[in-house]
C-alpha cells in the first residue's frame, strides 16, 4: 500500500470514528498498521478507540507504543495517562500526564492528573493541580468540582460548598455538584431546608444517579421526615430486588426486614464500588506454625467511638502468648482520653490513612497480617478497597456492620445464633462464625459514669414515668413511632425522652405525635453530652422503649451497663435481633418480645406496676456475661484460632459454632 493510499484510508478512519462509527474504524486503522507496523496516527487513534470500547489492556498496548514512536507527543501521552488511569495504574498515569505537561501545558490534563493524585491518596497535591488548571481555565467544571471533593473530604466544608456554588453558576444541571453540595451542607450545618432541596433536584434530573435515592430518604429520615415515606421504602426495595444501585447497605439497615434484600443490597454495593482485585496472596506454607498470630484489626474510629467504647477492654486483654495484636488505623486517632487508651492497648499501631488502597494493602503485607478484622464494614470510615486487594490470609468482618457485606474477600462473620438463626447463614457471603452468649463485645472496665444529675437537672417531670430511646434518629419509622404513642396513651401522665436530633426532627415528631392524639409536650429531647454524663443521665428514665428494624446496639449497652431496663421487639434481620441478644446474655429473655402488641403491652404493664419494673431492675446487674470482658475475650480469641487453624489446613472458609 503506497503512503497516499495509506493516507487516504488514515484518513476515511479518522473520519468515521469522530462521528462516533467505531466499529467501521476499526478495520480500516489495522488496514493501515498491517501495511505499516509503526504508523504511529493509526496507533495512536486506533488505542484511544478501543479504550472508547471500554478495551483498556488493547488501547494500553497500542498507545504505548504510539508514545515509543513520538515519545514527545503530548496528545498521545495524555491519551496513554488517560487509558493507564482508568486500568488502575495511577502512578503511571501520573508520569505520563507530567510528561505531557511539560510539553504542553494544558487545564484538562492538569486536571486529570489531579484526578490520579487524588486516587493516589495524594490531596494536597491533587488539590494544587485542579488550582493550575483553573488558572489556566477558570471555567474549568471538573477542576472546580474535584477540588469540591478534596476540601470536603480534608474538614474544608466551606471551601467545598463555594466549589460546588461556583460548579453550578456554570453549570445548574450539574448533579453530582447538587448531591455533594446537599451533603456537605447537611454535614456542616445540618440546614435541612436547602439540603433536602439539593439532594431531590439531583435525583429529579438523574433518577439513576448511583445510590441516590436511598441517599435522600436517609436524609429524610434524619429529620422524621415521614411525608413519603411507604411509597420511597417501597421504591428502595424493589430497586434493589432488581439489581439496581438505589442504597447504600448501611442505609438500607435501616428500613429493611428482609434478610435477603439486605444482602442483594451489600453484593450491589460491594460490585460497584470494590470489586475483588487480582492480588497475591501467601499460601500455608509461606507462614510457619506455631508462632503467635498476628491479629490486625482495620478501623476508621479508634477514637471515642461505639466500636472503641466497645473494643478497648478487648484489645487490652488479647491473651499476648497467642496474639500479637496491631491496629490498623485509618487517620481517626486524635487527641482524646480514647485513643491515648487505645495506642496504649496494641502492640503494633501502623497509620494507613494516608494511603491509598494498593499501599495500605501492601504496608499491612508486609506487616504480615495473618487475620485481618473489618471493624467499619460500610459504615463510618470504610476501607473495602483495601480487603479487595486480600492483603491478609484470613479477613473477617466484624462489629461495625451488622451483615454481609456481599463481598467475596471478606472470608468470615462473627456472630451469635440470636442474631443469625440456624438456617439463615445463606444470607452471609462470608461464613458465619457463632460465638457463645452474645457476640457483641463490651469493656467491663472502661464505661466511667459521671456523678448522677437530678431529674430536673436533665429537664424530667419528677414523677412521671419515663420512656425513652437514644438511638440516631434516622433509626425510627413511622410504625415504631405510632406504637410509642400508644403507649404513651395507656400510661397518664408518662413522657418519651429522645436524643436531640437537628430541626426539623422535633417539629416533625410533634406533628405526627399530635395527629396520634398524644400532646407534643410529653416528648422531651436530651442534648448530646460526653458519653460518662450522657450514661449518668440513663438511668433518670425507666424503660427503654427499641425499636425495628435497627435495634439498640452500642445503646442497647449502655442502658443496661446504666441499669435502665430495655424492652425490645425481636426483628426478622441482623440488625433487628441484637437487643434481644444483649438482654440474653444479661439474663433478661422475658424482655424479648415476638410482636408489637406483646411489646405494647408489656410496655405498659411494666409501666402501670412498679414492683414488676423493681424485680426486672433488681436482677439487672454488671456481674453478668454480657459484660464480662474474659469471658467474651476466650470466645473470640477461640473463633480466631479456629479460623487460622482451617486456613493452615488449606480449609476454605466455612460455617461453625463454637
Known amino acids: 500500500m503506497s503512503a497516499t493510499s495509506s493516507q487516504d484510508l488514515y484518513g476515511k478512519a479518522l473520519a468515521l470514528h469522530q462521528q462516533g462509527r467505531l466499529a467501521e474504524a476499526e478495520p480500516l486503522y489495522r488496514q493501515v498498521l498491517a501495511a505499516h507496523p509503526g504508523d504511529f496516527a493509526s496507533q495512536h487513534m486506533l488505542g484511544v478507540l478501543k479504550g472508547q470500547q471500554g478495551r483498556v489492556d488493547e488501547a494500553s498496548a497500542l498507545l504505548e507504543g504510539a508514545v515509543k514512536a513520538q515519545p514527545r507527543h503530548a496528545g498521545a501521552l495524555v491519551n496513554y495517562g488517560n487509558i493507564l488511569s482508568l486500568a488502575g495504574r495511577f502512578a503511571e498515569a501520573l508520569q505520563s500526564y507530567d510528561r505531557a505537561l511539560a510539553i504542553a501545558p494544558d487545564a484538562d490534563t492538569l486536571t486529570n492528573r489531579g ?67 446537599g451533603y456537605t451542607r447537611w454535614q456542616a450545618s445540618e440546614d435541612y431546608a436547602p439540603s433536602i432541596a439539593d439532594l431531590e433536584r439531583a435525583l429529579a434530573l438523574a433518577p439513576d444517579l448511583p445510590f441516590l435515592p436511598g441517599g435522600v430518604l436517609h436524609l429524610k429520615m434524619q429529620v422524621a421526615d415521614w411525608s413519603s415515606f411507604a411509597a420511597d421504602k417501597m421504591r428502595l426495595i424493589e430497586g434493589v430486588r432488581a439489581g439496581k444501585a438505589v442504597a447504600r447497605p448501611f442505609m438500607f439497615q435501616a428500613l429493611s426486614d428482609s434478610p435477603a434484600d ?37 478501623s476508621g474510629e479508634f477514637r471515642e467511638q461505639a466500636t472503641a467504647i466497645l473494643m478497648a477492654g478487648l484489645y487490652e486483654r488479647h491473651a499476648r502468648e497467642r496474639f500479637e495484636v496491631i491496629a490498623l488505623d485509618n487517620g481517626s486517632a486524635d487527641a482524646s482520653a480514647m485513643s491515648a487508651r487505645l495506642k496504649k492497648a496494641f502492640d503494633q499501631w501502623i497509620d494507613i490513612g494516608p494511603l491509598d488502597d494498593v499501599a495500605a494493602a501492601e504496608r499491612i503485607r508486609a506487616a504480615r497480617i495473618d487475620i485481618l478484622v473489618n471493624l467499619n464494614g460500610w459504615f463510618g470510615k470504610p476501607r473495602m478497597g483495601v480487603f479487595a486487594q486480600r492483603p491478609a490470609p484470613v479477613q473477617v468482618n466484624y462489629l ?3 451483615g454481609t457485606l456481599g463481598a467475596p474477600y471478606i472470608d468470615y462473620i462473627i456472630a451469635d445464633r440470636t442474631v443469625i438463626p440456624e438456617g439463615e447463614e445463606r444470607f452471609y457471603d462470608e461464613a458465619v462464625a457463632l460465638l457463645p452468649g452474645c457476640y457483641q463485645a463490651n469493656d467491663d472496665r472502661g464505661r466511667a459514669i459521671a456523678p448522677l444529675p437530678s431529674r430536673a437537672e436533665a429537664g424530667l417531670p419528677e414523677r412521671s414515668f419515663v420512656f425513652c430511646n437514644f438511638n440516631h434518629g434516622y433509626k425510627l419509622t413511622p410504625d415504631t413511632f405510632a406504637g ?41 429531647y436530651a442534648p448530646h453530652r460526653p458519653p460518662e454524663q450522657h450514661l449518668a443521665r440513663m438511668s433518670l428514665a425507666d424503660l427503654f422503649l427499641d425499636q425495628l428494624p435497627y435495634n439498640a446496639h452500642t445503646t442497647g449497652s449502655d442502658a443496661l451497663w446504666a441499669g435502665l431496663p430495655l424492652l425490645t421487639l425481636r426483628g426478622t434481620t441482623f440488625p433487628g435481633r441484637v437487643a434481644a441478644s444483649l438482654l ?10 415476638e410482636s408489637a402488641q406483646d411489646f405494647e ?58
Open 115 to 181: 484526578n490520579v493524585l487524588q486516587s493516589l491518596f495524594r490531596p494536597a497535591e491533587a488539590l494544587a493541580s485542579y488550582g493550575q488548571a483553573l488558572r489556566l481555565n477558570p471555567y474549568d467544571v471538573q477542576a472546580l468540582f474535584r477540588s469540591g471533593v478534596i476540601l470536603g473530604e480534608n474538614g474544608r466544608p466551606a471551601e467545598a460548598l463555594a466549589a460546588y456554588d461556583k460548579v453550578l453558576s456554570l453549570r445548574p444541571d450539574h448533579v453530582e455538584a447538587l448531591n455533594n453540595r
Open 262 to 298: 439486605s444482602q442483594a443490597c451489600a453484593r450491589i454495593f460491594a460490585r460497584t464500588m470494590h470489586p475483588p482485585v487480582a492480588a497475591p496472596s501467601p499460601g500455608p506454607a509461606a507462614r510457619k506454625a506455631g508462632g503467635r498470630i498476628r491479629l490486625g484489626y482495620l
Open 400 to 402: 461495625g456492620f451488622p
Open 484 to 524: 410509642w404513642m400508644r403507649i404513651l396513651k395507656q400510661v397518664p401522665g408518662s413522657v418519651l425522652w429522645l436524643l436531640k436530633a437537628p430541626a426539623p426532627f422535633a417539629e416533625n415528631i410533634a406533628a405526627r405525635a399530635a395527629a396520634l392524639d398524644v400532646g407534643p409536650e410529653r416528648i422531651l
Open 584 to 593: 440474653q446474655a444479661a439474663g433478661l429473655p422475658e424482655l424479648v418480645t
Open 601 to 658: 403491652t408489656l410496655a405498659v404493664r411494666l409501666a402501670t406496676h412498679p414492683k414488676d419494673l423493681a424485680a426486672l431492675k433488681s436482677r439487672l446487674t454488671r456481674d453478668c456475661p454480657l459484660f464480662d470482658t474474659d469471658l467474651f475475650r476466650r470466645r473470640i480469641e477461640a473463633a480466631y484460632l479456629r479460623m487460622w487453624e482451617a486456613w493452615q489446613a488449606g480449609q476454605k472458609p466455612r460455617n461453625f459454632a463454637l
